[in-house]
Every structure is written in C-alpha cells, then in structure tokens.
C-alpha cells in the first residue's frame, strides 16, 4: 500500500510533526485589558492538539504597544503576566504530542490608531487600502513613513515578543509577512513606494523582512523553529496582486530562502488557484525555488484537497474548517464528505460564544 503521506510524520529541523496537518493562525480578538486571551480561546488551541493537530499556531500575536495593532482586544507577548498565561497553554498543547508555534505581527496601515495605546498607525509609505476599514466603517488613516526610528523600535518589537514566546516554552516563532500587514506592505510596490533603501528593488523591499528575522534569529535558541509566513493577497483590497509576476514572487521565496528560515508558510486564497497567469500553484512556484519545507494553505477542507495541497507542500494547515470543527482530523481520517466553511461562518471566531 502506498504510503499515507498525510498521516505520516515530518522532521522540521528537530521537531517530528506526528503528521502533516496543522491549525492556521486565527485572531480571536478576545483579549482586552491586559493582552490575554480568554480562556475559551486558550483552551480551543489545547483541544485542537488533544484531537490530533500536529502543528498548533497561536492567533498573531501584536509587536508592541505603540502602533501595531489592527483589531481590537488583540494579545501581546511581552510582560511577565502575558508570558506566565501562554506557559501552561504551550505545555499542554506539547503534552499532547504537538508542537506549539507562534505568530507575531505587525498591522502597519492596517492599525488604527483608537485600539493603540500611542494611537500612531505607521507603515512603509503614506498610502491606505483602496477599501475602508470593515470594522469602523471608516477609510483607513493615512499612515506616516516609517522613520529609522520607528523602523528600529518596530524590529525590536518583533524580537522582544519572540523573546516573550521562548521564555513560554513556544516550539517555533513564526514572522508573520502575509495578508498586507507590515512586512507584507514593505515587500509590496502596491503598499511601498519608498525611494530610500527600503524601497524599490526587490531586494530592497525585503530589507525590512530580513532585518526583521535578522533580529529575531539570535533570541530563537537552536532547539526552537524559525518561520516566515508569506502570501501575494491582503485582508483589504483581497482582490490585487501584491507581486507583479511570477518571477518577482520567486525572487521574494529566494531572498527567503538565503535566511535562516526553518520553513516557508505559503498563503494562499485556494491552494489550487493556477496563478501569474501560468499553469502553476502558488506552492509549486514556491517549490521551483526554494528547497525548504513548504507549509501551505487556503482552501483545504477535506480529504481530498488536504491530499491533493500536500503534492506540492510538506505540511498543511486548515484555518476555517478547523475553527469550526474539532473533530476535524477524525473525519479528514474517515474521509467524510466536508463542505468548504464560509468567512461569515467563521465569524464564529470573534462572538464571546466559546468554539468546541
Ligand atoms: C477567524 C480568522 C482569523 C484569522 N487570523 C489570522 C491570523 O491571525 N494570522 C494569519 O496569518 N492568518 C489569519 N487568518 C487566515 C488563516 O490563517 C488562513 O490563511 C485562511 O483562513 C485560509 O485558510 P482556510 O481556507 O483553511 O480557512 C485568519 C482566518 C480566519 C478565518
């Protein structure tokens, strides 16, 4: 019989994945006050390990108290109390045979600045989204050009909050540079219009990225994982290209892959979507370029698109499907017929109603 590559393990550096299915990172916004998220919240993670999800990403996590911060009642990972709140959480989730990652952004244009204690919004260039902001109903305020000092705070942001996950006991550290936050607007002419050096070329864009992961590099211990998570679509404006071409989407994978990245998590809206206009998946672009471990997702919600994604990808992650089922695993193993879950059902993740 040939082998059931989804249910087989993975070595990612020093961490067997017992299988190749992971929940993706999903902001509940169910953290005011002090950071924390709710115990429901902290909980749902817990039972995702407990049935069988190999890889168990935390909601993104929010750099700092200044800027970063798109949502409301987002967490933080850089006081003591913070810390000592996940600490049980990672454990049990590693208790359970998984491994615990987890992601930290920054909004960029897409904060505002009523839900930041500083109230600036800060990105690569004075530019908002076409479209406005889906919570206040309101444009987006038009951000001010990160200055070199806003630039160094905001790294440091990154590494102090991945310094927070590793004294919690987190497995990995994932750099969020998807979905038009931050990272995303530097790597992208459509949000960066910069003419100084982070502007540009595509090296140049990346320069932000890579003194991002430069910085967090060396607070990430060897026995910890290190990754990236990259897409060429945003939350607003979802319908734009953010890179221009296929070759400039591989020029990005190759500038990731020279860093010190224990995996590349592609994006995507449907990980079958043929994409630049070629006959190609985002992944396997990605693939052609890079020989690091590819995590891969959107769109996966059975058994057949969980085997069909994981042709191109050595591990795959579902965000809605496993949002709104727990048993999820189970019937992907049983192979039952699953439907695709909406966005308006996944509005689920934001009520104070706890999810299963
Ligand atoms: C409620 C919700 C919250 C999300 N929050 C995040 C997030 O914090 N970080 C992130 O990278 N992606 C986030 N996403 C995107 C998912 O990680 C995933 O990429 C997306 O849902 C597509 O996968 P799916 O088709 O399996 O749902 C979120 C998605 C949902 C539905």
């Not at 890889?55 to 750099?63: H, P």
């Amino acid at each position: 019989m040939a082998e059931d590559k989804l249910f087989s393990s993975f070595q990612l550096k020093n961490k067997e994945i017992k299988n190749r299915i992971g929940v993706a990172p999903m902001t509940r916004v169910s953290s005011p006050g002090d950071s924390i998220p709710r115990e429901d919240v902290l909980e749902f993670l817990v039972r995702r390990a407990q049935k069988e999800v190999a890889l168990v990403y935390t909601e993104a996590i929010v750099t700092d108290y200044e800027s970063a911060q798109g949502y409301p009642k987002q967490s933080r990972l850089l006081t003591q109390r913070q810390i000592d709140a996940w600490r049980p959480v990672v454990k049990a989730i590693q208790d359970a045979g998984s491994v615990a990652v987890m992601q930290m952004f920054h909004c960029g244009r897409m904060a505002w600045p009523e839900i930041n204690p500083a109230g600036r919004v800060i990105a690569p260039s004075p530019v908002t989204t076409k479209q406005d902001n889906a919570l206040t109903g309101k444009p987006y305020t038009v951000p001010d050009e990160m200055s070199r000092f806003d630039i160094d705070h905001v790294v440091n942001g990154f590494a102090e909050t991945a310094k927070g996950a590793v004294e919690a006991g987190f497995d990995g550290i994932e750099i969020h540079g998807a979905h038009g936050y931050l990272i995303n607007q530097f790597l992208s002419g459509y949000s960066n219009r910069r003419t100084d050096e982070y502007g540009g070329s595509a090296e140049n864009r990346f320069r932000f990225a890579r003194e991002v992961i430069r910085a967090v590099k060396p607070v990430v211990p060897d026995d910890r994982l290190l990754l990236f998570r990259i897409s060429n679509w945003g939350v607003a404006d979802a319908s734009v290209s953010l890179f221009e071409s296929e070759e400039e989407w591989q020029q990005m994978i190759q500038l990731l892959d020279a860093e010190p990245l224990d995996a590349i998590s592609v994006s995507t809206m449907n990980y079958a979507d043929r994409v630049f206009g070629t006959d190609k998946n985002m992944a396997q672009l990605t693939r052609a370029v890079t020989d690091k471990p590819i995590i891969l997702c959107g769109g996966i919600y059975d058994r057949k698109t969980a085997d069909d994604a994981l042709q191109d990808a050595d591990l795959v992650l579902s965000g809605k499907s496993l949002l709104l089922n727990p048993d999820w695993v189970a019937d992907i193993r049983d192979n039952k017929p699953l439907k695709p879950r909406t966005g308006a059902e996944a509005d689920a993740a934001y009520t104070d109603e706890p999810l299963l």
